[in-house]
Each structure stands twice: as C-alpha cells, then as structure tokens.
C-alpha cells in the first residue's frame, strides 16, 4: 500500500512539473488577449523559433524564417501586423504586414543567427482600429535539433524527475527500495542532463556546456548541481542509511525545476558578435 502511495504521489507531482515547465520559461509560447470593440481574441505567441542562417556566417539579412499566429475566434475584417527589432539594442522598429486565412496569420521575418533575439509587438487590426500589447515579446532564434536527439533529451529529464520524486517519498515511507532507484535517478539524469543535453546545445547553438564554470547559462548549471547532490546522496547511502539525503536531493531537484528552462541562456552579441550567455 505504501508502495502503491509513493508511485502515484511521484506521477502527480511529475505532472505538475511537466505543465509547470509547459507554462513557464522564455522559450514557450507566450499566450495573450486583445481587448477590442467586437470582443477579446485569444492567440500564441512564439518564444523560439528556428533559423535559417547557418552557424559561422554573418549574412542573415538574407535569411527569412516564417512564424505563424492563429486567432481565436476568427476574427472578420482583420488584419495583423508586427513591429520588431533586434534584442538587445536600439534598433528601430521595423513593421511586417501578415498574409492572413481563417484566422491564421503568417509573417516572414529576417533570421536571426542562432541564440539572435528579436524584440517584436504585434497588432491586431480590425476596421481600422488596431490593438496591441502592453509589452514586447522576445523571441530567440536556434538552430534545428535533430529530434533523436532532442525527444530523448527531454523524456529522459522528466524520468529522472519522476524518480527522483519517488526516492525521496520512498525515503520518508522508508520503503526498502530506494537506493536503487536513486542510482536510476542519477543514471537517467546523467544521460538526459549531461550527456544529450550538450548535445541539444551543441545542435542549437554551437556550443557544448555553456554553464559554469564556463559561462552563465543556468539550464546547463542546474543540471549539473542537481547531478552533483544525488550522486552525493547516494554515496553516502552505500553503507550507512541515511534516507535524510535522498529527501534532500529530492527536493533540491523539485526546486531545481522550479527555474522555468533555458533561463539566462544563449544570447547572440550583435556588437561582438558572439554567443554570450546569461540573457533574457
């Protein structure tokens, strides 16, 4: 019974990371409303969107990626528009006019490198009258992932999770198998964190490990601290029980999750350059 208790409180609060992760962050789309004369009208907004320059080439004026926008309901009469720039700086607005069908609007905007930013506000228009937001949306541009790198990536980061939140509920129930759940947490953990993580990285934005001690990125930082403290946990479960580290560990990793993904990560240095990270 406690068994069947200890899995099934893990599967809820996975789940609740899983939409936590899902809703949050500065790469997930960015849900919003118009207020306007006729009604509000619902859409998402993209936060990341691929690129068509290649890594190591300084022409992405040549460049275009399309982004799409579906309004809900459709709006009649409508049109949209987007005023963006690059992120960071001072760059002027530039205004894009959509192409628009049954409520799907289509915009082709100048690619950015990979980790490039743009700053952009979009404009409903309807009869007229046109109705924006109150602040930017910043989206960053990447390099396509391969996605037999990227979907175990991501499957294997919440496995970990979901043992991990197992071993330290197993812990406090002081059910007897969880040290070896808490190797499969480390193990599942290294692989998606440390190992196909990099590689995502290195897919996305040309760099392997962009966290510390070599830079800012927080993803990458958070990864390897919570890495370090189960593979502590479990080291010093070897011989001696001490089920305290595992809960500890466990909610080290409930609160490393906690920072929404790809926080403080990659970001394109137009003045230099170069890909810096610790942005937006």
Do not use: C
Not at 1 to 27: C, D, E, N
Not at 134 to 163: G, Q, S, W
Not at 206 to 213: D, S, V
């Amino acid at each position: 019974m406690k068994s069947f208790a200890a899995w099934s409180l893990a599967v809820l609060i996975t789940l609740t990371a899983v939409y936590y992760q899902r809703m949050t962050g500065p790469t997930n789309p960015k849900r919003v409303s118009f207020d306007t004369e006729q009604g509000d009208y619902k859409a998402k907004f993209e936060r990341s969107l691929d690129t068509s320059v290649p890594f190591e080439n300084d022409s992405y004026v040549k460049h275009s990626s399309n982004l799409e926008v579906r309004i809900t309901p459709a709006p009649e009469n409508a049109n949209m528009n987007i005023d963006w720039r690059r992120y960071p700086g001072n760059d002027s607005l530039v205004r894009v006019v959509a192409t628009s069908s049954s409520g799907l609007f289509s915009f082709s905007l100048p690619s950015q490198p990979p980790a490039g930013k743009i700053a952009y506000n979009p404009v409903l228009v309807i009869d007229g009258n046109e109705y924006g937001l109150d602040e930017e949306i910043i989206l960053r541009y990447k390099a396509p992932v391969p996605a037999l790198t990227l979907v175990p990536h991501i499957l294997l980061m919440f496995v970990a999770m979901f043992f991990s939140n197992y071993v330290g509920i197993a812990a406090l129930l002081k059910i007897r198998n969880a040290s070896f759940f808490a190797m499969l947490t480390m193990i599942t953990l290294f692989a998606g964190g440390l190992v196909l993580g990099p590689l995502v990285q290195k897919a996305a934005f040309g760099e392997y490990w962009t966290g510390w001690p070599f830079g800012g990125d927080l993803t990458d930082t958070k990864t390897l601290f919570a890495f370090l403290i189960w593979l502590a946990a479990w080291y010093f479960n070897r011989k001696k029980g001490r089920r305290y580290l595992y809960v500890l560990a466990s909610v080290v990793m409930m609160l490393v999750y906690t920072i929404p993904h790809s926080t403080a990560g990659s970001e394109f240095d137009y003045e230099r350059g170069i890909v810096v990270t610790g942005g937006d």
